[in-house]
């Protein structure tokens, strides 16, 4: 029903900033919020950011003054800007929606790597 697709992966040194593109698709007006994750090697997919509908937005306290989440209802679209990258943000980063207010995310994407060098 929702369809999502990451963007704006790439390499970046340490210090650095890079901005993730997170597209949907299909029967969007069904997610009420969309969430980023990352998984590093080795390491459970963790939560990194999430916003609503009506852009509340909550963070890990890992990347807490770093990130920012944002979301562009009218193009479908939401952003992760990383700023002040470092090495543990390495990590494949997966855009995920969720029809609740609150609970699991129904909808994935494929994901995008972020690689951060020191």
């Known amino acids: 029903q929702v369809q999502l697709v990451e963007s704006g992966g790439g390499l970046v040194q340490a210090g650095g900033s890079l901005r993730l593109s997170c597209a949907a698709s299909g029967r969007t007006f069904s997610v009420y919020a969309m969430g980023w994750f990352r998984r590093a090697p080795g390491k459970e997919r963790e939560f990194v950011a999430a916003?609503?509908?009506?852009?509340?937005?909550t963070y890990a306290d890992s990347v807490k003054g770093r990130f920012t989440i944002s979301r562009d209802n009218a193009k479908n679209t939401v952003y992760l800007q990383m700023n002040s990258l470092k090495p543990e943000d390495t990590a494949v980063y997966y855009c995920?929606?969720?029809?609740?207010?609150?609970?699991?995310?129904?909808?994935w994407g494929q994901g995008t790597q972020v690689t951060v060098s020191s």
């Open positions: 995920a929606g969720r029809t609740g207010i609150s609970g699991s995310y129904d909808y």
């Open positions: 916003i609503t509908w009506s852009r509340i937005t």
